[in-house]
């Protein structure tokens, strides 16, 4: 009989296109594609996060209300419109107030006298429903799933708070995949396994980024681009240095409700990757799991519930 993982690899396979009615994609989601393109100064990355972060308040504020909340002067919102592709603040204005119309109109309703702790399961369960959205066409993760099951060996990367999902990632990885490395310090000892993987034929890096996000990971991630390896990250933010730095971000939101964050989404995106993965080379994820289904059995790793 099948362990639960051999059974799941083999129904759970992900299908490319976009095989149910089309979902529009999450508020956050459209703006995170609408400003992700252009390279953007941090004075502009302020105001898009700005936006995407309060987009049902932000869309009808004029341009000296807006300039004023992110505290950036109004020539830089008008130059920042250009940036994005309209011709003035009140083109991207009209854009903005359409998905914030959208938003409003399709959104959930407040929590009826929620506590702190179903607010923190709220908020959560808006970072899936966003996620799930993206989802609807999930050839981008299809991709990148079948990218990083080539890279061999494939290089797993988090530092300090993220370090929790690459050891996650790393674990199951290591499944179905015959060479995972995973890097969970910086500055020379990451440098030195990020440069060992290349020389040993990698091509690729998945990241993990959490907030706050630090510098050795940035550093990390520029360091494996030196080296000739591609970066797939996962983090809250499409915008910024990590997101500029690599070669395919993957944004989730973060619950951030509670004293330390939490991560639903980030863990979700981790499994859908993994799922990817399993896809891209059924015979070999086949192969291993029941290799490690028979080991596990002979030294008895397992509680037998």
């Known amino acids: 009989m099948p362990s639960p993982q051999q059974a799941r690899a083999q129904a759970s396979a992900i299908t490319s296109g976009k095989t149910a009615p ?28 700005y936006l995407i972060e309060h987009i049902t308040e932000a869309a009808f504020l004029s341009i000296t209300e807006l300039a004023d909340r992110v505290g950036v002067s109004q020539p830089s919102v008008t130059r920042f419109a250009g940036a994005v592709g309209f011709s003035g603040y009140p ?3 009209e854009r903005l107030q359409s ?15 929620a506590n702190e702790l179903q607010a923190a399961v709220d908020a959560e369960l808006a970072n899936l429903e966003n996620l799930r959205r993206d989802f609807a066409d999930p050839d ?10 080539r890279s061999a060996p494939l290089t797993v990367l988090g530092l300090r708070i993220a370090e929790s999902l690459a050891e996650y990632f790393g674990y199951a990885a290591r499944r179905i995949h015959p060479d995972v490395r995973l ?10 396994a990020l440069l060992q993987s290349r020389e040993a034929g990698g091509s690729w890096v998945l990241a993990f ?6 510098h050795e990971t940035l550093q990390a991630v520029r360091v494996a681009h030196r080296v000739g390896l591609k970066v797939a990250l996962i983090t809250d933010l499409a915008l910024g240095p990590l997101a500029d730095e690599a070669d395919v971000t993957f ?11 939490s991560y639903a989404a980030p863990n979700v995106m981790a499994a859908a990757l993994l799922q990817a993965m399993t896809d891209a080379d059924p015979e070999r994820t086949q192969a291993r799991l029941e290799k490690y289904e028979q080991v596990s059995d002979q030294h008895q790793f397992f509680v037998r519930d």
């Open 22 to 49: 089309e979902v529009e994609a999450a508020p956050t989601s459209q703006l995170r594609e609408l400003f992700d393109g252009p390279r953007l100064s941090p004075g502009q990355r302020r105001i898009a996060q």
């Open 91 to 93: 083109a991207l204005r």
């Open 99 to 113: 998905i914030a119309l959208k938003a409003l109109a399709g959104g959930p309703g407040e929590p009826d006298r």
């Open 140 to 149: 981008r993760v299809i991709h990148i799933g079948r990218e990083l099951s």
């Open 183 to 192: 890097v969970t310090r910086g500055g020379s000892v990451a440098y030195d």
């Open 209 to 214: 980024a959490m907030p706050r996000h630090s």
């Open 251 to 261: 944004a989730t939101g973060t619950g951030s409700r509670l004293v330390f964050d």
